[in-house]
């Protein structure tokens, strides 16, 4: 084997395997997904909990993000998947999967919002004030729509940063694209076409949500600022 | 009641072995950083070219990064190069190949980023106090840029000493797969072994990766003028 | 023109502030009648923002009592969405909402805060709009306006709220100078309409002319209550006198 065989892209074999691929990928999208949803869940609360300073949750919250952002994904996986088992908590690997996704995603998008929250200025809720408007009022006029164009280009961003960390799933036994391919190349030795596959399928998950998000960005930035 | 197994912790060589995979870790991470940080000055540099071409160059090369998963990278350089060339190469090269490539993408928009907010007044100003190019550069230029680009700079470094978790995918033996072996050893006498010893790693990542996130913070906070 | 025999719209009886240590507003009274016009002056810092902060509830006091027609509007109980509809602010940096047109910013409190009929508060909304001469500019944002021009829509946004008293808090002094002139303008108009205002400034001439009594604030405390034509040729205390002369430039 050597570059000789690189030339002669086997199209057939690929065509065979799309099939593996395409329900690998399925897998990475559905769990990527529900981590997301999750992790937003989990951020829009803790954000929440920190702006109004709530007592006690405040502090676990703090603890919280700390944990989430200075270890690695694989490791949160083999702790959930492995590790918590012996104290009696068993979950799939699915749930195992989507529940260390929003651990982990739900830290950054907590971050994320709190910045769309504290971009909105101390004048402009005075203003608002100013002129009878109620708490709820407030939010939902001035806060919230100049709060959710500072966030979109964060929250996307997570978004793609959450995707990719997926590739991580297939160590606790879950038939996504890289243990696809590793068995592809195991049992067949195409290792080009294999590895060509498994890019291509991450272009097409990640690819168009990085360039709406580009272009996302460029619509909110005219918006505000009209350049 | 039954042994809870934290005893596998200290039994035999296991804390030893765990050191070792842990300097595994490190030493990867390490050189790669030094490598990214190094070249990505000179790629940040490139960034700020005139050229359209290298700029767009430059700017593929990180979005290559940005867009596939580093562990697919991995897999490229492993499996593809060994079937392309006919090189066995270790996990613990191609770790450090990808990482310093990867890291020197990131880094170079960086300092980018760093030098493209320099305020244009800064250079007016340093010569109108009469300094001359090597001057505005030693005394303005670098300390600002070197202020911004500092957290960004450990917040990257930081994120690649997490990667490293992932050459375990690539059969490298590190803190993590050195855990795996010492689980496989112990589970039959200590079945809770996966928790302690991934709670282990847990804390040891954590250990690393906290102070540096810390110090960033510092840094941004006091350099926040 | 003596207006001191009007109804007493605000009443303020030994408000005391503080920031912490620090006391900001020392025991100050002050009652303003309908229609007149209030303009408080001060070195920086004295405590005149402050004060005006607190007739609208943006501050808490920690001793004395304000009341609004009789009602008092300290303590925690007060409804302040209904009071606020009542005391209309501007504020020194405009704060228009930079997401809303300027028309959508002024109908926002009259169609949601005030409930009212939405072709009421249009009629309202374009004629005092055309009363600034911004009627043209009803559909911009403000991103795309000067800093005069947001200022007018400023006031308008809380004119187009009926209230009482309007409280104007340095208004001004963000603007570029020719800027100034057509905001100032806009307030003196509402005066002579017989709006009553509490004016905080530094502008003198403006004082002079648009004041019915003029307060001098420093250190937290009134220093002179006087009318405008006697403060400004003959102040009472050394501290006003020392305050006008840095106005002054001839030898």
Known sequence: MGGAELMEINWQFMMTTLPLYQKAAWITIKLGFGGIVLALIIGLICSIVLYYKVKGLQRVVQLYIEISRNTPLLIQLFFLYYGLPKIGLTMSENTCAIVGLAFLGGSYMTEAFRGGIEAVSKTQIESGLSIGLSNLQLVRYVILPQAIAVTIPSLGANCIFLLKETSIFGIIAIADLMNVTQSVIGMYYRTFESLLMLVVAYLIIILPLSISLSWLERKIRYAEFGN | ?225 | ?251
């Not at chain 2, 795996?180 to 112990?186: A, C, H, T, Y």
């Not at chain 3, 021009?149 to 340095?170: G, H, S, W, Y």
């Open chain 2, 1 to 225: 009641m039954q042994n809870l197994g934290i005893s596998v912790l200290f039994e035999g060589t296991a804390l030893q072995r765990l050191f070792s995979g842990l300097l595994v870790t490190a030493s990867i991470a390490f050189i790669s950083i030094v490598i990214a940080f190094v070249l990505g000055i000179g790629v940040g540099l490139l960034r700020t070219s005139n050229s359209k071409v290298i700029r767009y160059s430059c700017k593929l090369y990180l979005e290559m990064f940005r867009i596939i998963p580093i562990l697919v990278w991995l897999f490229i350089v492993f499996f593809g190069v060994t079937a392309a060339f006919d090189l066995d190469l270790d996990g613990k090269v191609v770790a450090v190949i990808v990482f310093s490539l990867w890291g020197t993408a990131e880094m170079g928009d960086i300092v980018r980023g760093a030098l493209e907010s320099l305020p244009r007044h800064q250079i007016e100003s340093g010569k109108a106090l009469g300094l001359n190019f090597w001057g505005l550069y030693k005394y303005v230029l670098i300390p600002q840029a070197v202020r911004r680009m500092l957290p960004g700079a450990i917040n990257l470094a930081t994120r690649m000493v997490k990667t490293t978790s992932l050459v375990v995918m690539i059969g490298v033996i590190d803190v993590v797969k050195v855990g795996q072996q010492i689980i496989e050893r112990s589970i039959l006498k200590a079945p809770a072994a996966p928790l302690w010893i991934y709670g282990l790693i847990f804390i040891l990542y954590f250990l690393i990766c906290y102070p540096l996130s810390r110090l960033s913070k510092k840094l941004e906070m006091k350099w926040e003028q």
């Open chain 3, 1 to 251: 023109m003596n207006k001191e025999n009007n109804q007493v719209l605000l009443e303020i009886q030994n408000l005391h502030k503080q920031y912490g240590e620090t006391t900001v507003l020392d025991g100050i009274n002050l009652s303003v009648h309908k229609g007149e016009v209030v303009v408080v002056l001060g070195p920086s810092g004295c405590g005149k923002s402050t004060l005006l902060r607190c007739l609208n509830g943006l501050e808490t006091i920690q001793e004395g009592d304000i009341t609004f027609y009789g009602k008092s509007i300290t303590g925690k109980n007060v409804n302040w969405q209904e009071t606020r509809q009542k005391i209309g602010m501007v504020f020194q940096d405009y704060d228009l909402f930079p997401h809303m047109t300027v028309i959508e910013n002024i109908m926002l409190g009259p169609t949601r805060v005030q409930k009212r009929d939405k072709q009421e508060a249009l009629q309202q909304a374009t004629q005092l709009l055309d009363r600034v001469g911004l009627l043209e500019r009803k559909d911009a944002y403000p991103r795309q306006l000067s800093g005069g021009q947001k200022q007018r829509i400023a006031i308008v946004r809380a004119l187009c709220m009926n209230p009482e008293i309007m409280l104007f808090d340095e208004v001004t002094a963000a603007l570029d100078p020719e800027m100034v002139r057509e905001v100032l303008d806009v307030i003196l108009g509402l005066a002579k309409q017989g709006m009553t205002m509490v004016i905080v400034t530094h502008e003198m001439g403006f004082a002079r002319a648009v004041a019915d009594r003029v307060l001098f604030v420093d250190a937290g405390k009134i220093c002179e209550i006087s009318e405008p034509d006697e403060f400004f040729t003959s102040p009472k205390t050394e501290r006003a006198q020392q305050f006008l002369n840095i106005f002054q430039y001839h030898q």
